[in-house]
Every structure is written in structure tokens, then in C-alpha cells.
């Protein structure tokens, strides 16, 4: 089978976009973007280092859309399109059925579709093109925060983090029910898409949780020139992680990647206008800290003890 003949049995679904012009089967998509601003974002996964090699490919589909979806949420964009460079090294029957229903299983959720990209042949990778929409000046970004405000994350953090140790370790939890629990964030981590477009002027700034919170958060600092006061008593911890003890439980959530939570800074008079659209849309979402003058610093305490962080979670090119 060709590269054609893959397009045409997988990745090939009618799509009823009176925006959309051209679709896949082209040189080029073409879509009338309407009166809102773009937003564009890229996400590679490689074999090996976001997934592993023996994953499954239903989860590999799904997570590889769902990680560029959770950027759009972090600008507070409405997602609208998407392109798909496979890279595959053999033709495998099993493996594009799985993918395909994953990734498409995850473009359904969010209203999201595919309008064109590329088969390749070579080692596994996969590279999505993610757009979205914002209102025009309602776009969140990481530079808006301001000294005084409130910093919360929704979800619970460190789950997908404890899967990957699990899984590379070879070993278990004592409860089935939480390692499969915590399987599931690190596999089909789910966007919250419909928090981050609510939070357009409502949030100073924000974006998703990828290399963990504690490198993640320096972006905001580094681009707002202020730093942050984190209460570790207050992180929401996944469940599964309470089988461990609270060094751990800290380090997992803190400094562990993988989970695609937002992590965003609210004002404190708009405190009530967050909790109404969480309750609304059923979300958790928790202050673990406050935005400080101290720029570029993070300082971490637990119950108004100075806690030190060793780790700085995850960066491709660390030494």
C-alpha cells in the first residue's frame, strides 16, 4: 500500500466546514479564517522519547492531537484544523487502524479536523499542526501576569508522571485501580479546551503543563519579569500518588511532565468570576500560590516552611 492508498483508508473523513474551501487531496488546505485571529502550534512526538515503543497505538493517536489541542487551550483558542506528518517505518495494517481511531477519537471530542499533512516512510514520528481561533485581543498569553495575582492549575497533577516511572522501573503499585488510573493521564491526557477559551479576560496569563510545573511555571516568570510564592500543601495531587511517600508525592507533581493542565494567573477580584465558570463546566481548579516581585524566583514552601525543589522537570536538551 502507498502512501496514497494509506491517506485515502485512515486519515481521509468528509468534513462539513463552510469555512473550510479545500481540504485533504491537495497541495495546499485552504480555509476563510473569518473575522478572529489564527492561532498555530507544532508538536512532534518521536518513538522513544514521548511514547514508548510499545505503546498503544490507539493512545499514540489520541495524545498526539491531544497535546497540540492543549496548546490552543493555553492561548484560549477554539480549535478548528488540523495537518499530520506520519512517519511510519513499514506499512502495519493493525497499527494506522489504531491510530487513526485514537487520533480521531480525540479530533470528535474537540471539533477538530484534519484538512491535510504527509506520509512518510522512516524511523516512528509524529508531527501535528494544530489551529484555532481567538477573538481578536482575547488571546491568553504566558506574559500578562502581574505581582499580586493568584496562580491555580486545574486537574490533578503528577499521574502521568508516576506512569512513566512505573512503566521504565518494571514495577507496580499496590492498587490496580490507581495505576490504571494513573495509565490513563499519561496515555489520553484530556485538553481543557472549553477552560481556556472561558478564561479570556478572566486570566493575566497562562499556559499547559508539559515539563512539569516547576519548569513550565519559569516561562510565565521569565516573560511577565515577576516570580511566584508556591504553597505545596495545596497542589492537587493525582490519587494514585498518595501510595507514596510526601517527598515523592511532591517531586511527581511538581517536577513530573506530562500532565496538560493549565496553570494560569487570575486577579483577585476576578477570584468569583473563576469559580462560577469552573463549577459551570464542572472543572477542578486550585490556587497553589501567588504571583510575586521577585523576578524569575520561584520559592516553594510547605505549610509556611521553605521547601527546596532539586528537580526542574523535563527539557530535551539537558544535560
Not at 515503543?53 to 493517536?61: F, H, L, N, Q, W
Not at 500518588?241 to 496553570?263: H, K, M, P, Q, T
Amino acid at each position: 500500500m502507498d502512501e496514497f492508498e494509506i491517506i485515502r483508508s485512515y486519515f481521509c473523513r468528509q468534513v462539513t466546514d463552510p469555512q473550510l474551501k479545500i481540504g485533504i487531496g491537495d497541495d495546499c488546505a485552504v480555509f476563510n479564517p473569518g473575522s478572529g485571529h489564527i492561532a498555530v502550534t507544532t508538536d512532534t512526538l518521536v518513538e522513544g522519547v514521548h511514547f514508548f515503543s510499545d505503546a498503544d497505538p490507539e493512545a499514540v493517536g489520541f495524545k498526539s492531537l491531544a497535546v497540540n489541542v492543549s496548546d490552543l487551550a493555553a492561548m484560549g483558542a477554539v480549535p478548528k484544523y488540523f495537518t499530520l506528518a506520519l512517519t511510519i517505518p513499514e506499512y502495519n495494517r493493525e497499527f494506522l487502524e489504531k491510530f487513526s481511531h485514537g487520533l480521531f477519537k480525540m479530533a470528535t471530542s474537540c471539533g477538530i479536523n484534519l484538512i491535510g499533512g504527509d506520509t512518510t516512510h522512516g524511523p516512528l514520528s509524529i508531527t501535528i499542526t494544530a489551529i484555532g481561533t481567538t477573538e481578536p485581543g482575547m488571546e491568553i498569553t504566558r506574559s500578562g501576569a502581574r505581582p499580586g495575582d493568584e496562580i491555580y492549575v486545574s486537574g490533578e497533577l503528577g499521574g502521568a508522571a508516576l506512569a512513566v516511572f512505573l512503566k521504565s522501573n518494571a514495577t507496580h503499585l499496590t492498587d490496580p485501580s490507581l495505576e490504571t488510573d494513573s495509565f490513563m493521564k499519561l496515555d489520553y491526557p484530556q485538553p481543557r479546551v472549553q477552560l481556556g477559551c472561558s478564561l479570556a479576560g478572566v486570566a493575566t496569563s497562562m499556559l499547559d503543563l508539559s515539563d512539569g510545573l516547576s519548569s513550565d511555571l519559569l516561562h510565565i516568570l521569565k516573560l511577565s519579569a515577576i516570580g511566584a510564592y508556591i504553597e505545596l500543601e495545596h497542589i492537587p495531587y493525582s490519587r494514585s500518588l498518595f501510595e507514596l511517600d510526601l517527598f515523592n508525592r511532591i517531586n511527581f507533581a511538581v517536577s513530573g511532565g506530562d500532565d496538560y493542565e493549565l496553570c494560569f494567573t487570575v486577579p483577585p477580584e476576578k477570584r468569583n468570576t473563576l469559580k462560577e465558570i469552573a463549577e459551570k463546566l464542572g472543572i477542578s481548579v486550585t490556587r497553589i500560590g501567588t504571583v510575586t516581585a521577585d523576578r524569575g524566583e520561584i520559592t516553594y514552601t510547605l505549610n509556611g516552611i521553605p521547601f527546596d525543589i532539586k528537580t526542574r522537570g523535563y527539557n530535551h536538551f539537558a544535560k
